[in-house]
């Protein structure tokens, strides 16, 4: 568990000194799949020659844009994004966008009887990012099929990654803690009516995300990457989400490629930084409640969760919860807290 010294007002983590009567909530239930799958066939045969991988040009040059998603194989909102800029591709004045549907495999395994399962073949797709991963020996379908698309990912001057979330969760954009793909999530999380939301950490203990590749991280680099997690993954909002941000995009690639920023309405952005990793000790780790992602906790040292004899208790006030995992496995990353910082 790491921290930022000089923040904290309260333990996280607190053994009961008496085991209480008191009765925790049950488990919360997976959340149904309201939105079905996307055919995503015309996927299998593309103009690139491999598999889920898209482009377009337009006659021009100009920056290099790519939209990735289903990195997660069962988040496939995004896949419903992707097929429909594939029927309707955007009309391009300059440079390049190839579409990505990053573990097509994977998606091709969903079942709505388990709709977990899908979420990758052999290892999570976003976190081997790592130059040393991707050019080490080590192989399993998603570093094949990292290192089939990484080509397109190097090349990227925009890269906007979708996501979605298994809990519900506020829409929020993830950005690596570099200035130039900070910038790029600021500009997009400030055009009026896209999620205002802006977390940046640093890192998952697990491996590199996609936004984290140097292209996109790096301190000396020229690329610029972020994250959307744009809500739940089956829900029809986390789709207009998704295609609300997608179309933002679309409409200010020289803004956001030159400045990092959108033309049009603007508000707030709002930016939060990852202070802790809660992580489950024990089988039964509960939350105190359903919380929803995104919830900010007013007062240090509120108790969120159980986790066997502990108590979870929030460090500091304004405590915002990052997608909490309201089925952690032992051992498992439970709920990332974190606090606001200026811009
Ligand atoms: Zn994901």
């Not at 921290?3 to 053994?15: D, F, T, V």
């Not at 130059?131 to 094949?144: D, M």
């Not at 829409?171 to 802006?198: C, E, N, T, W, Y």
């Not at 030159?258 to 802790?276: E, I, M, N, Y």
Request: with cysteine; hydrophobic share 40%.
């Amino acid at each position: 568990m790491s921290c930022k010294a000089g923040l904290r007002h309260h333990p996280i983590r607190l053994r009961k000194t008496v085991l209480s009567e008191e009765l925790f909530p049950q488990r919360a239930s997976i959340p149904p799949v309201v939105l079905l799958p996307p055919d995503l066939s015309a996927w299998n045969v593309t103009n690139t020659d491999i598999p889920g991988v898209i482009t377009f040009e337009a006659h021009a040059p100009g920056p290099d844009l790519v939209i990735t998603g289903l990195l997660h194989g069962n988040e496939f909102a995004s896949g419903h994004v992707l097929e429909r800029l594939r029927r309707t591709p955007p009309i391009l004045t300059s440079g390049r966008l190839t579409l990505i549907v990053a573990n097509l495999e994977a998606f091709k395994c969903f079942q709505v009887r388990q709709p977990l399962a899908a979420r990758y073949l052999e290892e999570d797709m976003n976190r081997v990012w790592n130059t040393h991963r991707l050019r080490g020996s080590e192989t399993s379908h998603e570093l094949r099929r990292a290192r089939e698309i990484e080509p397109f990912i190097r090349r990227a001057d925009l890269l906007l990654d979708l996501h979605s979330t298994l809990w519900p969760s506020e829409a929020f954009f993830i950005a690596p803690h570099v200035k130039r793909s900070m910038d790029f999530a600021a500009g997009l999380a400030s055009a009026q009516g896209l999620p205002s939301a802006i977390v940046s950490d640093l890192g998952h203990q697990g491996g590199a995300r996609l936004i984290e590749y140097d292209r996109f991280a790096a301190t000396v680099g020229a690329g610029r990457g972020c994250l959307l997690e744009a809500g739940q993954h089956w829900q029809p909002e986390t789709l207009r989400t998704m295609g609300q941000t997608v179309e933002v995009f679309l409409q200010n690639i020289e803004g956001l490629h030159l400045h990092a920023k959108t033309g049009g309405p603007q508000q707030t952005a709002h930016s939060f930084f990852v202070t802790d990793n809660v992580v489950a000790r024990s089988a039964d780790f509960t939350f105190t409640q359903l919380w929803e992602g995104g919830t900010t906790i007013p007062h240090a040292g509120t108790v969120i969760a159980h986790d066997g004899r502990d108590v979870i208790c929030t460090p500091y006030d304004d405590c915002v919860l990052i997608i909490p995992n309201h089925r952690p496995h032992l051992g498992q990353l439970a709920v990332r807290l974190a606090r606001r910082t200026a811009w």
